[in-house]
Structure formats: C-alpha cells, structure tokens
C-alpha cells in the first residue's frame, strides 16, 4: 500500500502535543505544582442552565418515548434556529437555518471546508496562526514542500507590532484565506474598516475567506464586529466558523457551528456553484452529526438564562485577560492582545528565543505558556498566555513570572 | 475560488437524502402511518446501565472537580482499555490501548482512512456496498469519472447468490480493499477460511483491508470471525473499524472505535511506515475527541452490566431478523443473510426494479425499505430490510407486505 507521503513527511509533532511531552518529562520532579496558562482550554465547569437541560436529555435517551436515533446530519433544527435568532439577529445578520451547519468542533470544520475547493487551491493564513488549519492543508497536499522551517506553496500574512498585527492583503491570487478573529494566538481584532478591506479584497478577487469567529463571545465593544457577515457582501465570499467551546465552555462537549451562506458561490469549469450545497453533500456523506443531548446542551446556552449564565464566565476569564496584561505591561513587557480576547501576546525578553522562554517559565516559575515560534515564523520571539485558568492560579502565575523576570 | 471538480459532479444524492425526499413527499396523504425498515437506524432506548453512567458523566461537568475539558484526541485510556478488555481479549485477540482510537462514528473513520493513503491510490469495494465508502472516495477524486452509473477507477467486487455473496479478490493490484461482515447491506457473512483468504491475499499484495466490524454484536456462532485480527497476520494488513452504535443503541450518541495496529506499515517512496504513527497525526490534528460523558456512556456498554443489557437488545433485533427471514421465505420470496445480522437481503419479485419494489411497498404497505440498486450495481433486483424496529412494528409490516404479495 501507497502512503500518503505529504502526511508522512509532517515536521515534528503537532504543537500541543510537543508542549504536553515536555511538561509531562519535568513534571514529576517539579518544586512545586505547575500551572497552565499554555492551551487554551477552560476551566469553569458547565453552568446550571446548561448541564440542567444536558442531564434532562440524557435521561430522555434512556426512555422509548425520549430516546433519539441518527440526529439530522446537518444538526437538529431546534439547535439551528436558536443560532440564527440569539448569535446573528442581535447583529442584524439574516441567515436562514439552512445555512447553519453543526459539527463536533470549530477544529474538525477549518480542517474540512479545504475540501470544497480544488486540489491545487492556494492557501493564506496569516502569521502567526493556529497550527491545525496549517497543519491539515499540508496533509492533504496543498502546501508543497517544507524548506527551512517554511511551506513552499503557502501565502503567509505576517502579524507583528510594526503593522499593528494587521495582515497585509495576499501579493498574489489565492482561493483560500484564513482569518481569526479576535485572534489565536495574538488576541488581537480588527476594526468593521479593517475587514471590510478584506471582503472588498476577497468580493473583487474571488477569494474565499474561512473566517473563524470561535472567540467572538470576548468582544465588549460593538464597534468590532462580532461576525464577518456584518460586513456588507461577506456572505458571497465567507464562511464562518464559530464554536460552543470557549463561549460555554464546551471544550469537553464538542459542539461548533459553520454558517455556509447560500449567497457564497464558486467556479466549477467556469459554471457557478453553491457551496452550501456542497457542504451539505460532503456533510452528509463523511459524518453523522452530532448527540442529540450535546445539542440540547448547546441550545441551552443560547437561552436567556444560559446566556446570562455563560456570559459571566466569559467576563470572568476576560478579567484574567485584563489582568495579565496590566502585570506584565507593569513589570515592563511588551504585551499585546487580551483585551477583546482570551489571549495575550508578549514578546519575550532580550535574548531569548520563544522555546526558550517556554523552558524558562516552566523550569522556573513552572508554568506552561506556549511559545510563539509554534504559531509561525513571525511568532518566534513571542510567548502567548491564556487567561482560561482560576482568577486565583492566574494571579499565582504572575506573581511567579514576575519573580523570575525581577 | 476554484471548487472541487469531483464533489461537485458527485451525481445524486446519498441514498439515505434520496428515500427520505421521497417518504416526506408520501407521508401526509398516507392512509396509515408508514412503518420504517429502512435506515438502519436502533429503536430501543439506551440500556439503564448506559443511561445511569451518562447521567452521571453529565452532572460531573457542572462541577469543578467533575469538569471535563478537551479530551485526549485518541480517547480516553479507560475507554480504550475497556475496549481492549472487553471486546478483544475474549476472541484471543492482543491490543495494545494505543492501537485504539476513539472517534464520533464509523462512517467519520470509514471515510477518512483513505487519506491515509496515496492520493492516486486504487480502491476496491464489494459490490453492493455501503454507499459512504464510495461516495468519500469520489468526493475525494479517488475514483475517476463517473459513467453509465460506474466509477472509472473503483474495482467492484460482485456479491451474489450466484458466488453465495463471497466476493472474489481484486482482479487487479489496489491499495485499500474494503469489506464488512457481517455485511451492510446483504446481511451475510465470512467463515474463517473466508476472511483468512483475503488476509492471505493482502499480505502477499501488500493491500490494506479496511474492515468495518460494526454489526459484530450480531454474530452468535463462534466459528464465524467477529474481528479480522481472529485470523493471523491480519495486524500486518489490517484496520478494522467497531461502533457502539448497532451493538449498544448508539446511532444518537456518536460513539466509535478504529483499530490500527502498530505492526501495520505501508511505503513512502520505498520506505516503511507506521500507519498507527501516521493516523495518531491526523486524529490529533483535524479533530478534538469525543465528550467525556459519551466516553463515559461508551464505557458503561461493555461493563459486565451494560454488556448483559446490550446483548439483550441485540437478541430482540435478531429475533426480529430470523421473523423477517421466515416469513418471507415463507411466502416464496428468495432471502439472503439476516441469520448473523440485523439486515436482510431478498430478491424482489419478478418484473420489480428495486426503486418500483421500494415504491410499490411505500405506497401499498406503507413500509420503508431500502432499494437494492442504491447499494451499487449488483444491488439491482434487491432489497434491503433492517430488524431495527419493535417487534410488534416489524411483525406488522411483515404482514403489510405480505398482503401486498398475495
């Protein structure tokens, strides 16, 4: 048997795991116990409103009456409805339930929506970026070859201080650009201005953006959208990915959303082609939905009382955000981010290199970051934070950090 | 954007979309409600042994000592030790809990092994086949074009009455070799001396064998293989793909488990590789895991409890399999497997396209089936009936059917 020789030539391990092998190897003679503000994972449990209605359908799967086969591959309509009326009308965003398309994570769309378009489609990210949507195109063979640390056929848009972590526009034509915001890992926006340059960009080029919103629940001011599809014209050029894990805490439960507009066409031999279609066949084929107890659970955070609920765990995690900034800002860093996001960036000190950094805190202060360097090659000389732990470790994490940098 | 050429020339729908268009077109003017042995999807509700665990994994992730976040990509080691334990151990069979990978449902792995390999590599199926494993292939540019109902480059396998449904080996040299047993859709199965002629086979070719055991609960003689790895060496050539679902009632729980064994390897460019290495970094890269309260529900299912409800369940869909069998044969009508599987396979009556038989038995018994035909060519003249329903339900539809024969 002939083997994927893209997917067996992958440099490395994937990031988190390469993090999780270090920590584990020094864990054990460790001073004291480590704290993690390195993967973004949270770590407030599910709120009452939501672990009530996930416990109510669980027991109906036990019961002839309640229990619930195969769900509809593309989600329950419950579950779609309450997505377009609580996440999208607030915004004065018009999606028909057709367009909403659950899955089992923000992470297993970014890496399939490739699919929908040619082989040989040409992929932007920008740099730094989160390691998966890197990662997936290679495997499949959309990136060419892996030279000094760098993809042959991929497009970086490089993110830095100097442009205010605002990417360039591709030098050349792509049919793909990734775009997160608020951002992983720099946990930096972009202003309605800013996007729409995209749109207009992508509208005027035929470029499809994948614009992953898993973060949007940590904007506070209005004036940053929230969804690209506040942006006139986006719905013919974007799809948008967005997640239950970081605004409900549902990491554990596994339940995301893709909104595939029926607006949104491609070329197929120069013939018109939805690509809400598309999706929906590939949907149907290759997966079987999602439990119907997890999509309770999730339309449970879309209610009044669940959105009360989740919304002070986010005001709790960005109180982390806030904090970590105005530590390390205070002891001298160069910090970015963390404001409208659960991530803050800073560059590390003189001298060292982001791995570096990395072995550092976890030798010294023990505490695991993640080194920007795994982002990207612009991310090298940075470290990203995450504001996901209690208020108390968060504050124990700094107060060693600064012990060390002192 | 430039689209997939091969997604968007994918012809029809898949064939579950396809019947369900038409029972909804059916239904409102029906004169009795429509009994379903279609889809093969479980009736029974979650055994109290599952339920209890579920309940309880759910209420744990509303509290901070029982939150679960981001589980292991691969699954959690006590459900990947259980499976070992439970389902392995028994048929004389060793893994290894790294051998296991968990994931959110058989047709997501069936669909996505492939990538694994080669992207020009050849595929073979038997014939008639589970429609995902040719549709995710197609989609995937595997399969060349599609002409007269027929993919260029797939080599089909013919199951008949003619060969007792033993298909032959490939007449030509192909990567991945799929097979079921007990078979979807025909309900037959393999003696031991058959399956070890196809592992014989791949050894000797260097061919992987997909296996996809989901219906092994349904086995009851010991002499028939319920595991691929029951024949030796089949770890050299070997992934096998399990499911909660048919055995435990899983279909809404998203529940599965793929097998790649480490003594398994391929070629890159003449070298040898490990494709337990390889999988373990696709699995860690393109998905997130399944929830811990569904690992948890997993893991109920095969405790010694769980395990003696299951299987009780599993009898009465068998019992509904042996009436279905009987009676038809019965009334004259040629019937194939259901002896070791919840499905049966029959012969429609003369001058009956397996579409005309579907709609005749839709529109005069009010009875759901599955068109032979929309298995794969040798499918045509067939029909497909599950034993997913009550027995009360299943009997009904039996004599419904057999009224419209008389």
């Not at 584990?24 to 480590?34: C, L, S, T």
């Not at 699919?115 to 890197?134: G, N, S």
Request: with cysteine.
């Amino acid at each position: 048997m002939r083997l994927n020789a893209c997917l067996a030539a992958m440099p490395g391990g994937y990031l988190f795991g390469e993090i999780g092998r270090r920590v584990r190897a020094y864990e054990p003679g460790a001073p004291r116990p480590i704290i993690h503000l390195g993967i973004g994972d949270v770590s407030q449990p599910l709120a009452p409103a939501i672990t009530e209605a996930f416990v109510r359908a669980a027991r109906e799967m036990g019961t002839p009456q309640g229990f619930h086969g195969y769900p509809p591959e593309q989600g329950y309509p419950f579950l779609r409805q309450a997505i377009v009326d609580a996440d999208y009308a607030p915004l004065g965003v018009r999606l028909d339930p057709d367009e909403v398309f659950v899955s089992d994570g923000a992470k297993t769309d970014t890496s399939a929506l490739p699919e929908l378009l040619a082989p040989d489609a040409r992929v932007a990210v920008t740099d730094p970026v989160y390691p998966a949507y890197v990662d997936a195109n290679a495997m499949a063979g959309r990136l060419g070859r892996h030279e000094n640390g760098e993809w042959s056929d991929l497009v970086l848009l490089p993110c830095h201080p100097g442009n205010g972590f605002v990417p360039e526009l591709p030098g050349r034509q792509v049919d793909l650009l990734y775009l997160c915001y608020p951002n992983n890992p720099t946990g930096t926006v972009l202003t309605r201005a800013q996007l729409a340059r995209f749109v207009e960009y992508a509208l005027e080029t035929r470029t499809l953006i994948l614009f992953d919103a898993a973060y949007k629940a940590y904007i506070t001011d209005p004036a940053i959208p929230r969804s690209i599809y506040e942006i006139p014209g986006a719905q013919q050029v974007a799809v948008e990915c967005c997640s239950f894990s970081k605004s409900a805490g549902f990491t554990g439960m596994r339940c995301a959303y893709t909104i595939v507009p029926k607006a949104l066409t491609g070329e197929v031999d120069g013939r018109s082609v939805s690509l809400n279609a598309l999706w929906a066949r590939r949907v149907a084929c290759r997966q079987n939905g999602v439990a119907y107890p997890i999509q309770r659970a999730a339309a449970a955070a879309l209610s009044p009382e669940g959105r009360a609920q989740v919304d002070a765990q986010v005001r709790a995690y960005l109180d982390n955000a806030h904090r970590i900034v105005r530590t390390l800002q205070g002891a001298g860093l160069e910090v970015f981010g963390g404001i409208h996001a659960p991530y803050v960036w800073l560059r590390t000190p003189e001298g060292h290199s982001s791995w570096d950094f990395f072995d550092l805190l976890l030798h010294e202060a023990q505490v695991v970051a993640t080194p920007g360097s795994g982002f990207g090659p612009a991310g090298e000389g940075h470290l990203r934070l995450t504001a996901f732990n209690s208020a108390e470790r968060t504050q124990e994490a700094l107060d060693r950090i600064l012990a060390v940098l002192r």
